[in-house]
């Protein structure tokens, strides 16, 4: 299993950047998808989940900024990032979930560093 993460970087405060997380080696479209974020000296923390029927959710801190979605025939599931903020900067990463005889499979991704600068 495979989940590999790209598209972060350095980017001004009010830009935009939109990450990727391709997955192999699991059947992706039965997945819940999610990105998580880790901010240097903080917990990680549930940015954004879309299901395998395409129900989003958020937390507040990024609604209406982000948008999460996914693209079954090429395994992938993105991040659209928008108006970013420096508190937004932290090491992305995306995530697998699903339920297989009543416990969670969860696969992580290596993680994307996006840095928004002041």
């Known amino acids: 299993v495979q989940l590999q993460a790209s598209g972060g970087g350095l980017v001004q405060a009010g830009g935009s950047l939109r990450l990727s997380c391709a997955a192999s080696?699991?059947?992706?479209?039965?997945?819940?998808m999610s990105w998580y974020r880790q901010a240097p000296g903080k917990q990680r923390e549930l940015v954004a989940s879309?299901?395998?029927?395409?129900?989003?959710d958020y937390i507040d801190s990024v609604k209406g900024r982000f948008t999460i979605s996914r693209d079954n025939a090429k395994n992938t599931v993105y991040l659209q990032m928008s108006s970013l903020k420096p508190e937004d900067t932290a090491v992305y990463y995306c995530n697998s979930k699903r339920a297989v005889l009543g416990r969670s499979q969860i696969y992580w991704g290596q993680g994307t560093l996006v840095t928004v600068s002041s």
């Open positions: 879309i299901t395998s029927g395409g129900t989003a």
């Open positions: 080696g699991i059947i992706f479209s039965i997945n819940t």
